[in-house]
Structures are given as C-alpha cells and as structure tokens.
C-alpha cells in the first residue's frame, strides 16, 4: 500500500489533547514521506510541551502500524507561548484597531495567499457566515489549506460559530497570528474586541480594518482565503474589490423575491467592480419534515435557478432549512465536520467550487 500524506493526516487526527486533535491544532509541521518512512515535527507550544511527550510516542507507533510504513520519526519541538494557537490572554499589545486606511503597499502577508473569494449577499440574514464557515471547513477536509476571515465589521459571527473566544497574538503590535480551528485559519474582529462590545465606526474606519487584517495577518501558504462579507454593496466591499482584486465572489440568498432583489443588487455590483460571480448559494432552500420526509418549501420555489439561468451563473447547492445547521452555529461545530446528509451537501458544494 502507498502512503500519502492525506492518509497519515487521517490517521495523526485521530490523536487528540483537551484543545482537539494536533492535526486541526495545526501541530503537525514538515511532513515528509520518503519510501517507507515518514517523519514530521510535532510543534507544540511551550506551556504544554513537557505534558506531550505520549503524543510524541503515541503518533510513532499510530504511524508505524499503518500498512506501508516501516519507520516513523517524530520530533517534538515547543513554540514560544507567544506564538501558540491557544491565543493570548488579552488583545494583541499595542494594536490600534481601525483608523482610516493607508497608502501602502505592503501586502507581504498576502503573498502567499493563491486565491481570495468572497462570500456575499444583497441583505442580511440569509446564512452568509454559515455557508463561509463550512465551506471552509469542507475544503479543509479536501485537503486545502483554507483561511477564513471575517470582514463583518458591526456584526461578526464566526467566533462564535466556529467555537472560540480566544484572541490571537500579536509580538510586535502589528502582525497578527491568526487562531488555527478545525484545521482553517481563522480571523475575526470579534476575536479582538471585548465581547458583546458595539463597533461604532464610519466608513473609513471599515476600511481601515479591512486592510489590518488582510495585511497584517501572517496568513502563510493559503490555497484560498474566503472572506465572509457585511450585507450590502458598502465600504468594505468596495475595499475588497478595488484594493486586493479577489479571485471571484459567491452569492448567498434564500429564494424569496424580496432575497432575490438583494442579490441582484450584489451582483451589479460586483460586474461593476470586476469581480467575477463565481456561483450562487440557495440557503433554506426548503424544510423537509423528518417524520414523513414531505418537503414544503417555505420561501418559494426556484427562484433561485430562474435568476441564475437569467444572468448565466451556476449553481453551486441548495442548502436546506434544517435544526442541526443551526445548532451546529451555536454550539460552535460546523456542521461540515459530521458525517451525515446536511454534510454531504456542503462538500458538494465545495467540490463544484474547486
């Protein structure tokens, strides 16, 4: 049997501490396969790395009980605390959140970065960040390496929908480090406010924030950014746009009429911008009861395809009305990471993406 590093990643995660397995930890550094060895650095931060030296061992012999591997080195290193994925215990030192953007050109932490998509919607409430959280999980479990970040200035979710209150790092003040959840990287302005605080910024501000964590953000090697936008066709969309020329934008709506007209309105817009549409998203496409399986559809029925028929954009999924999604939100597990139909669909959504 030939080994791969898919297959070694599979089974490495199934190798868990109390903050989750060392795979989605983002743990498990320079893996190698040559013939029938594999070798990697277990890197872990410094305030637990006397505690795992069983980890260290327990992934030798995982590794060395897998068909196709007769030697399995594992060599453990500890990173400063500063830079440890389990977040700081207060907002980064020194950083000034906002202010009016800047005429600069460092874009340094965003070279690496291959592909930026935008995830949109003409108005609010129609599971925008639900459809960008587990997109990015979905096309993490493909084997990408995703970033998510939240450009929802006034509003943002993803915190909480991926399951965390805890701050990144910053040693200098200026670059950020971002949280590593279910193996995407993740940021948020929520992630470095106080909770519950109001953001109370104008336009410039946005703008401002925007370019922080697009540019301050030591993102490294991403095969696609997703950026979760704010509802509407404002600032931040604008920002996006004109100053770090996406790769291309999804729309996200629900199939009534009054959803439609939003979308529209979000696509003129990024026609105007040049940003190519790269599909659409139905959300609560319809309700299926699960006593009897009849399926009503609550919203309307293919409004969705008539418009992107109309305007010639593909369908990327339907997404369902369902109780686990948004549980799923709230309990801060997506659910792309279960096994199960609702699952299914993201992946699919994910693959048609790819």
Known sequence: MTVSKDLILKELSKITIPQGNIVEL???????????????????????????EPVRQAAVELLEKMDGVDKASVVMTAQKSSDSQLGSKGPPPDLKLGGHPKAQDNLSNLTQVKKIIAVASGKGGVGKSTVSVNLAVAMSQMGYKVGLLDADIHGPSLPMMMGTSKKPYSPDGKTIIPLTLHGVKVMSIGLLLPKDEAVIWRGPMLMGALQQM?????????????????????????????????????????????????????????????????????????????????????????GMLKEAKKIGVPILGEIPLELTIRESGDKGSPVALAKSETAKIFKIIAGRLV
């Open 26 to 52: 983002d743990y498990v550094r320079a893996l190698s396969i040559q013939g029938n060895k594999v070798s990697f650095v277990l890197e872990v931060p410094n305030e637990i790395g006397a505690s795992l």
């Open 214 to 302: 697009l540019q301050q953000v030591k993102w490294d090697e991403l095969d696609v950014l997703i950026v979760d936008l704010p509802p509407g066709t404002g600032d931040v969309q604008l920002t996006l746009c004109q100053r770090f020329n996406p790769y291309g934008a999804i729309i996200v709506c629900t199939p009534q009429d009054l959803a439609l007209l939003d979308a529209r309105r979000a696509i003129g817009m990024f026609n105007k911008l040049n940003t190519p549409i790269l599909g659409m998203v139905e959300n609560m496409s319809h309700y299926c009861c699960p006593k009897c399986n009849h399926k009503e559809y609550l919203f309307g029925r293919k």
